[in-house]
RNA sequence: GGCGGCUUGGCCAAGUGGUAAGGCGACGGCCUGCAAAGCCGUUAUUCUCCGGUUCAAAUCCGGAAGCCGCCUCCA
């Protein structure tokens, strides 16, 4: 089955046939550093690696960009406010995206251009919008790309520009020709970072930059071009008009826009205080169960983020990692290529519009299976069914390589599982293990009201026992 | 006001016109001293509602209701 891609430009899901053979081009929209990234920029970046990886999974070469806005009214704004330089604080958002995403397991991409480093390239593009009388500059400095120039205005968006003029909602600027023009190039106000331009000491406009520098990376013309929702218009349709209008050609073949993380059924925003940071979600959950919890859904939906949800992503998680060890302990290894009917299900899914949803519910539905073929056997398993049973672990193993989940080892995971719920706890293992062996000790004297005393001692510190044919095993709730 | 989306069991959620995946929860069973984990079974004759097309609709078309997003910085 080939792969399918759902296209923001037609509404509806088309066959990914790339402009290159065996080649794609990517560019995702990155964020705007001036700020500690919450949960929302999590799930954008962690669907788009998702994508990234099936699209090298499938064989392409794929060259990926993701830019960092680092100038911006906000950045100033807050270079105000705390009267540290814009580069101080645009370096310190990103290191610590950079620290938020690898710990999220997510790949970099081939490139991460920042938008100031690409000052040149900004200038020479306006300077072709202005050429080709798509732009004007006006007194004061700022330079504007007429819409009235570019007759597809609105297509990706589906919005009519006569109707927009009629909205109430678009700030009226006596120097713009249309109220619907946009600004790619501003002038500097006195303590605000500039550079020199064929229009004076300024800074560009928001839209210009991705224009610029996927034109640099990826060429006149590219695969797919990837954002949050939110950015289909005015971003991306803007980036379409600067393109376009410069080249000619179609600028991206594939428009991708992932939906937004909702908490506890609410947008999140400032009014409501319920921005959400991806390190305040870190220090209750481990990046697995994220990563996890933002591809259980379909990329496009909203998700929504509850202690609830979160919950059961970690219970799901522990099913699919006991499952492994199980295997483990039984004697299944990753031992090479062969790919089972569990990859075919998952790949199936992918190459819908990458269903990660339902690509886990795949994987579910394999954990049942393998689980139920080793308890007939009562782990005593013979060749045919190792066989069989590696093939899952095979799959499971290159299915995680994929989603960028369940790829520790599974005694280590729930090794630092403890480890973490010891250190929540304040608990002390040899305490835990001492009061497993009096149990153990009642047990063998039948004083199984002394047994069950010491365990419900230990369900109060939410420490569940698991007795088993070697021993009696312990771990969190 | 303009544009777009969503509505599937107690909750979350997939669903490719052919007779409702999966997870969580609940209940019953196997296992266990009792549990836990795992497994088995039961939990939607029906997909917000009303019409239509079709041999066949959760899926396509039309209409209604409710919810949400974008149009202002937003992933």
Not at 37 to 43: D, K, L, T, V
């Amino acid at each position: 089955m080939s792969l399918k891609v759902y296209n923001t430009l037609h509404g509806k899901k088309e066959d990914f046939i790339p402009i290159k053979e065996g080649k794609v081009g990517m560019y995702v929209c990155g964020p705007t550093v001036y700020d500690t990234s919450h949960i929302g920029h999590a799930r954008s970046v962690v669907v788009f690696d998702t994508i990234f990886r099936w699209f090298r999974q499938l064989g392409y070469d794929v060259t990926y960009v993701r830019n960092f806005t680092d100038v911006d009214d906000k950045i100033i704004k807050k270079s105000n406010q705390t009267g540290q330089d814009c580069a101080v604080i645009t370096e310190k958002y990103i290191n610590e995206f950079h620290i938020e995403m690898d710990v999220l397991n997510v790949l970099r991409p081939s490139f991460e251009p920042k938008a100031t480093e690409h000052i040149r390239h900004i200038i020479d593009f306006i300077q072709m919008l202005i050429n080709k009388d798509k732009a004007y500059h006006v007194d004061g400095g700022d330079v504007y790309f007429s819409i009235d120039s570019f007759k597809e205005y609105g297509k990706l968006s589906g919005r009519n520009p006569d109707d927009m003029r009629a909205g109430a909602r678009i700030a009226v600027d006596e120097k713009k020709k249309s109220p619907l023009d946009f600004t790619l190039w501003k002038p500097a106000k006195p303590g605000e970072p500039f550079w020199e331009s064929p229009w004076g000491k300024g800074r560009p406009g928001w839209h210009i930059e991705c224009s610029a520098m996927s034109y640099e990376y990826l060429g006149e013309s590219f695969d797919i071009h990837g954002g949050g929702k939110d950015l289909i218009f005015p971003h991306h349709e803007n980036e379409i008009a600067q393109s376009e209008a410069v080249f000619g050609g179609q600028f991206v073949k594939y428009w991708i826009h992932n939906g937004f993380v909702d908490i506890n059924n609410e947008k999140m925003s400032k009014s409501l205080g319920n921005f959400t940071m991806i390190k305040e979600v870190l220090a209750t959950y481990s990046p697995e169960v994220i990563r996890m919890f933002l591809l259980s859904n379909h990329y496009r939906s909203p998700i929504d983020y509850s202690e609830d949800s979160m919950r059961e992503t970690s219970m799901g998680l522990d099913r699919i990692y006991s499952f492994l060890e199980r295997l483990e302990n039984i004697g299944c290894k990753a031992d090479g290529t062969q790919k089972g009917e569990l990859w075919d299900d998952f790949s199936f899914a992918m190459n819908d519009d990458f269903n990660s949803a339902k690509a886990l519910g795949s994987v579910f539905e394999a954990v049942k299976k393998g689980n139920r073929l080793v308890d007939d056997t009562h782990d005593n398993t013979d060749e045919g069914l190792l066989e069989i049973l590696n093939l899952f672990y095979n799959d499971i193993k290159a299915i995680s390589n994929i989603l960028g989940i369940f790829l520790l080892d599974p005694q280590f995971y729930f090794k630092a599982k403890k480890d973490k719920g010891m250190e929540d706890m304040a608990i002390d293992p040899s305490e835990i293990e001492d009061l497993i062996q009096q149990r153990a000790d009642a047990r063998k004297n039948k004083n199984f009201s002394r047994a069950d005393e010491i365990r419900d001692l230990l369900a109060a510190k939410n420490i569940v026992l698991e007795d088993g044919q070697q021993g009696t095993f312990w771990r969190f709730e």
